[in-house]
T-cell receptor
Framework: QKEVEQNSGPLSVPEGAIASLNCTYS??????FFWYRQYSGKSPELIMF????GDKEDGRFTAQLNKASQYVSLLIRDSQPSDSATYLC????????????FGTGTRLLVSP | GAVVSQHPSWVICKSGTSVKIECRSL??????MFWYRQFPKQSLMLMAT?????????EQGVEKDKFLINHASLTLSTLTVTSAHPEDSSFYIC??????????FGPGTRLTVL
């Protein structure tokens, strides 16, 4: 069974620090990788997606993908209290089929 | 862009009644829509995948006769919870994707069955 693993946290960081969120996946054939943010009581919101090995930056967010190690991460620079949420990693489960496999999420707490 | 709406945002119903939830893609045509359920402090659980004009594909353990899904157009999918019971109380979230596998989520519908 295809799996996506995340540390449930909480990951606590002070305001202004870099938060590093990690995710591993089991299916070596996975092609697409997503990070979603979910505030308590709300639905997930897409932050970033990455398809190729390496880094992809968007504002304060950087996604990092290492397919050889089956590892994807999300870095949040200059963390703000408003970044406090659960971050879900999602991986494309089947090539040509759009179903995603979600991790259980990492809860991030940014303290002022 | 990529806005998905859901209606209603919350609903309270009596046990035994049926509830319909609508999911619409507002500014794009969704070839595929997904329905998830999320219980408190738990992760998303995919219930079914639907493609416009064809029958939905349900995940293992999800009763297709209880959770009726209709994907009548490229912008609308509906989930009907039939004969709802208190254990069906949950947060139901739809998502939609176009030609890629990027999913955009609706705001969710909180269902409470009394």
């Amino acid at each position: 069974q295809k799996e996506v693993e995340q540390n449930s946290g909480p990951l606590s960081v002070p305001e202004g620090a870099i938060a590093s969120l990690n995710c591993t996946y089991s299916d070596r054939g996975s092609q697409s990788f997503f990070w979603y943010r979910q505030y308590s009581g709300k639905s997930p919101e897409l932050i970033m997606f990455i398809y190729s090995n390496g880094d992809k930056e968007d504002g304060r967010f950087t996604a990092q993908l290492n397919k050889a190690s089956q590892y994807v991460s999300l870095l949040i620079r200059d963390s703000q209290p408003s970044d406090s949420a659960t971050y879900l990693c999602a991986v494309n489960g089947d090539t040509g089929f759009q179903k995603l496999v979600f991790g259980t999420g990492t809860r991030l707490l940014v303290s002022p | 862009g990529a806005v998905v709406s859901q209606h209603p945002s919350w609903v309270i119903c009596k046990s035994g009644t049926s509830v319909k939830i609508e999911c619409r893609s507002l500014d794009f045509q969704a070839t595929t829509m997904f329905w998830y359920r999320q219980f408190p402090k738990q992760s998303l659980m995919l219930m079914a995948t639907s493609n416009e004009g064809s029958k939905a594909t349900y995940e293992q353990g999800v009763e297709k006769d209880k959770f009726l899904i209709n994907h009548a157009s490229l912008t609308l999918s509906t989930l009907t919870v039939t004969s709802a019971h208190p254990e069906d109380s949950s947060f139901y979230i739809c998502s939609a994707s176009q030609t890629t596998d990027t999913q955009y989520f609706g705001p969710g519908t909180r269902l409470t069955v009394l």
